[in-house]
């Protein structure tokens, strides 16, 4: 298992570099044609929308390439996924349980739980997929359990986070 502070620098910084306001610090228009930004260390594009009176949730667009994927990862934050074209699939597992496989399209809303370790597959091999994803990071951070793990695309091992989330 990769436990990485670098993953969260990493996401921090591309906050800082790719995020939008929202007009009237309320709305974001057109998300579904909305630019990205490559992300090298994920393998997709984004951006991140700033809602200044929201603390507790943030927002992003992010498109994963034609025939690609995401590397495995889990988080200690809930995400919701809008998947606004393309089509895929993710698997979600808790440590110590099986792999769910969640087949989305255009139109779907999943979510991924707090410590569930996922990784997101467009299939199709002409077009990018593109999905909204809200996330409670900013509570997490705000709380002072903030993190991101890598996986190793294998069964992940137990780590420490494990048996935090056993006892949430």
């Known amino acids: 298992m990769n436990k990485s502070p670098d993953l969260v620098t990493s996401l921090d910084n591309f906050i800082k570099s790719f995020s939008y306001p929202a007009q009237q610090g309320l709305l974001v228009k057109n998300i579904a044609e909305h630019p990205v930004h490559a992300r090298a260390d994920r393998g997709n ?49 808790h440590a110590g349980q099986p792999n769910k496989r969640v087949t989305w399209e255009a139109g ?15 299939t199709d091999p002409a077009r990018p997929a593109r999905y909204l994803e809200i996330t409670t990071i900013p509570l997490m951070k705000s709380l002072g359990d903030w993190y991101i793990e890598a996986g190793d695309d294998k069964e992940p091992e137990s780590s420490s986070h494990d048996d935090e989330a056993k006892q949430h």
């Open 45 to 93: 594009a984004a951006a991140y929308f700033s809602f200044p009176d929201i603390k507790s949730m943030e927002a992003h667009v992010s498109e994963i390439p034609p025939a690609s994927s995401t590397p495995t990862h889990r988080h200690s934050c809930e995400a919701l996924f809008y998947v606004l074209s393309g089509r895929g699939y993710s698997v979600i597992r």
């Open 108 to 122: 779907d809303l999943f979510c991924t739980p707090i410590h569930a370790w996922h990784q997101h597959v467009n």
